[in-house]
Nanobody, 123 residues
Framework: QVQPEESGGGLVRAGDSLRLSCRAS????????MAWYRQRPGEQRDLVAS???????YYEGSMKARATISRNNAENTVYLQIDKLEPEDTGVYYC?????????????????WGQGTRVTVSS
């Protein structure tokens, strides 16, 4: 069974940096694209960043200039570094494993979501 597991969230101040981690078991990690999504309170889940199995990264939206996605295949882990955090970054961050691409756009695997890690940014 594929089970991504996120960690690294918490309460931080605006301007801080944070690194989220997602360890995925049950997949051939090195062959799997991975992605991070954010769900703000009362809103839908939105794609933040994705990374191909070869390590090519893609970013979406307002976090494009402040987020860095990376992966460590030896540890079956994908990371999301967010710099200069803003209160608008508050939400639950979810990891998705083994999705696909159409061009540069990542499409999530419906069944391979983690439980999420909550990030709260205070002003």
């Amino acid at each position: 069974q594929v089970q991504p597991e996120e960690s690294g969230g918490g309460l931080v101040r605006a301007g801080d940096s944070l690194r989220l981690s997602c360890r995925a078991s049950g997949v051939i990690f090195s062959a799997s694209a991975m992605a991070w999504y954010r769900q703000r309170p009362g809103e839908q889940r939105d794609l933040v960043a994705s990374i191909t199995s070869a390590g090519r990264a893609y970013y979406e939206g307002s976090m494009k200039a402040r987020a860095t996605i990376s992966r460590n295949n030896a540890e079956n882990t994908v990371y999301l570094q967010i710099d200069k955090l803003e209160p608008e970054d508050t939400g639950v961050y979810y990891c998705n494993a083994a999705g696909g691409y159409s061009g540069s756009h990542y499409y999530p695997h419906d069944d391979y979501w983690g439980q999420g890690t909550r990030v709260t940014v205070s002003s």
